[in-house]
Nanobody, 123 residues
Framework: QVQLVESGGGLVQPGGSLRLSCAAS????????IGWFRQAPGKEREGVSC????????YYADSVKGRFTISRDIAKNTVYLQMNSVKPEDTAVYYC????????????????WGKGTLVTVSS
């Protein structure tokens, strides 16, 4: 079992940058695929990015490709989402989630979820 805690959300201006963190406890991240998801008000949850703990393979949704970067620090058992060139449509609650199966996370499914951190992109 793994517990996930997100941090780093806040208010950022369009074109700015923000880094989200997902700190894991209970199990090493090497065992899991970790994904970032987001949900904007009135919209369905959307998969943003994920990283395979076993081999470091990454996935990005088309809407964030080239702007967001997912990475991990194995020593800190933490996964990061670097958000650059943010847009108002990036405004959402961002969640990190974990699953043993990388393909399941890419498909939007996960067994373990954090409580989320709010990102607001506004001038």
């Amino acid at each position: 079992q793994v517990q996930l805690v997100e941090s780093g959300g806040g208010l950022v201006q369009p074109g700015g940058s923000l880094r989200l963190s997902c700190a894991a406890s209970g199990s090493p991240l090497d065992y899991f695929a970790i994904g970032w998801f987001r949900q904007a008000p009135g919209k369905e949850r959307e998969g943003v990015s994920c990283i395979n703990g076993r081999d470091g393979n990454t996935y990005y949704a088309d809407s964030v490709k080239g702007r967001f970067t997912i990475s991990r620090d194995i020593a800190k058992n933490t996964v990061y989402l670097q958000m650059n060139s943010v847009k108002p449509e990036d405004t959402a609650v961002y969640y990190c989630a974990a699953n043993f199966d990388y393909r399941a996370v890419v498909a939007g499914m996960a067994d373990y979820w954090g409580k989320g951190t709010l990102v607001t992109v506004s001038s």
